[in-house]
């Protein structure tokens, strides 16, 4: 086993004195819960081995969804906030395949805002211990500002979801837009099935299709029942021969577009929604009292950007996101967010809302090996893929 | 100097492989014993012919343990994760064409695209309590497919070794992923291919692996590719 960084003992009293509990987590772990969270894709960067009784089991390669595992197992209360500092395994091509992570995941608080504003001041804080020389980026996302945006431009269901889904996969998002604005021409349906799908005979559509899969001998509650698919094509139906107006599009382009300082973004939302005539109502309050409460922390608001078109493309995040990078550094040091979705997924009875960061101790070795010349590589971040920038998958 | 050249070793992709080496003017003279899996190539003492099965053939090219195979590109691309650099095609040999496609139940009138999948795959957790299942023997192409190419990042893979059109019915999975010639066995069980489902057109290759040789060992992997290159796909 590869030994901690030398800084790691200071990481571990820095989040002591910040009031995190150190928990210890397995270093194997079930396989599923990671397939099943970040997907299939994971299967090749991760390290996977079998029990004798045929369970599939991985070295951890990451610590957020192992935390929110074992606080589920263990019935603990909450708020509660973890602290962990330890291995994670990633298969690479090249280099190494260990690599030590810490970060702090807090559980159950209902200030969202203020639990935001203190994941981020705590990463930040992390940082400047570690680094005191280097001058850190905090770049912010909003997965919800973006939900709002699309519910404020009155966007039919099926389309928000699409695009809630693209959102932080700037090529995805495009392709969803295009095909929003100019739909590919659809395979004709047949009869009845058409004039039923037109007439939105959710009832008739649905005893159609049963009576087809009973025909076919595919079971009607197994998978896709026959509700589901005639709702679905009823909306097709419906969304045939509309179109993504222009102003729409415009609207979220312009949208998209921004990025600037925490201290301006909130004005720069303000009128951005007064243009585009829509109201973002609690997602912008929520956006600006996280800001304020950011500035609380002592962090200078004028060196966090808010970028809106950043997010992960993972279903479990659901508002804020982060990163923190360095002069110098092309990759990240910390990622962070907001996953209020991932314990109920993870099998919590009730909703827990959960936000935390994970920081790349080998990341911060290599900062600590160059002198602070160039600015920051945003470019550099942004060809990495969707996948880099979740705290946890990050390559 | 012998290189090694690896051809199936039974079934249509054999006969079609000594078939074509037959007409290139390189015609393989089956070994004295029937059971030998080795053989030559008529008046070719610098080559040297091993008969395997169409997956070890793309296995050994990876390794670099055979200099030159015929197999299909379906089996090159699942089985070596960085492909052009560990091997590279020669000449795609005109046979063994089938398609890599995902289908999908003919009864899910809903879904033509991939488009239509990604939104199905996407509730699909949140309706039935677990993610999508693709089945397969395609780990890798079908990654990629979904993954990279499509942005599909919320499904689960069921490995499928044989009978993989079954599987929806069977209720082990939801979609699959396979290979298909004419669609007959696609249609007769009920399933489609998505319109922009298709993942790869694959046929049988002559596939060099990529390893140090002289000049002159080059030189007859080239010729050969030539030779073979001048026949392949004409009938």
Redesign the interface.
Known sequence: MTRAPSFASDILSLFSARGAEPVEVAILQPADPFLDMAGEDLRRRIFLTESETGATLCLRPEFTIPVCLDHIASRAGTPKRYAYLGEVFRQRREGGAEFFQAGIEDLGETDIAAADARSVADAHALIAHCLPDARPVVTLGDQAMFEAVLAGLGLPRGWRQRLARAFGAPGQIEAALDDLAQPARRTPLPEPVAALALDGDIEALTSHIAAGMEETGLSATAGRTPAEIARRLIEKAQLRSVRLSGEALAALKTFLAIDAPLAEAATRLEVFAGEAGLSLGAALDLFSRRAEAIAGHGLDPGAIRYDAAFGRPLDYYTGLVFEIGVEGAERPIVGGGRYDRLLTLLGAEKPIPGVGFSVWLDRIKEARGFSSTSEPGREAMRGMGEGARAPGFAP | MTLTLALPSKGRLKDAAMELLGKAGLPVLAPDDPRKYRARLEGREDVEVAFLSASEIAREIAAGNIDLGVTGEDLLRETI??LDARASIVARLGFGRADVVVAV??????V??M?DL???A??F?H??GR?LRIATKY??L??SF???RH?I?????VESLGATEGT??A?SA?VIVDITTTGSTLRAN?LKVL?DGIILRSEACLVASRRERTGAEDEVIAGIGRLVEAVAGKE
Do not use: M, S
């Not at chain 2, 139940?105 to 809903?110: A, G, R, S, V």
């Not at chain 2, 990042?153 to 893979?157: K, L, T």
């Open positions: 994760a960085d139940p003919d009864i899910w009138l809903d033509d695209t488009g990604d939104d199905v996407a509730e957790r309706r039935h993610r780990w890798r079908t990654q979904f993954t990279q942005g990042q919320v499904y689960r893979i929806p019915a209720g939801d009920h319109d």
